[in-house]
């Protein structure tokens, strides 16, 4: 966890502007019991992305609605993983039961 002071020179970016990038809910860094700010690696990451954008000329607006984009993304891509892994385990478990006889075999059995 880093200061505001350390994530400022570590990236170049005032802390006005971090302020401001966590008014604009583009950060959400933890806070302390007493208040101050503490931002992971996680915000860290988020923060050089958040530069690269502003770098690219996009507004703030523009810069949460990709942010806002990409992080449903993220939680999509790792649902549909979930889904596949739960879809195969189930594959699994059908092919070990064998297969489910139909009407028509088990009448040919009589």
Do not use: C
Not at 10 to 15: A, E, K, R
Not at 25 to 54: C, F, H, K, M
Not at 58 to 63: D, E, F, H, S, V
């Amino acid at each position: 966890m880093y200061a505001i002071s350390v994530v400022a020179e570590l990236t170049g970016v005032d802390p006005q502007s971090l302020r401001l990038y966590e008014r604009r809910g583009l950060l959400t860094p933890a806070r302390t019991q007493g208040g101050t700010r503490r931002y992971s690696d996680n915000d860290v990451a988020r923060l050089q992305r958040i530069i690269e954008l502003v770098d690219a000329g996009i507004n703030i607006a523009g810069i949460a609605q990709i942010l806002n984009l990409q992080d449903r993304n993220t939680d999509l891509q790792t649902h549909n993983s979930d889904l596949k892994s739960e879809n195969a385990r189930l594959r699994s478990a059908d092919s070990a039961a064998g297969p489910i006889p139909t009407p028509a075999a088990k009448n040919r059995k009589q």
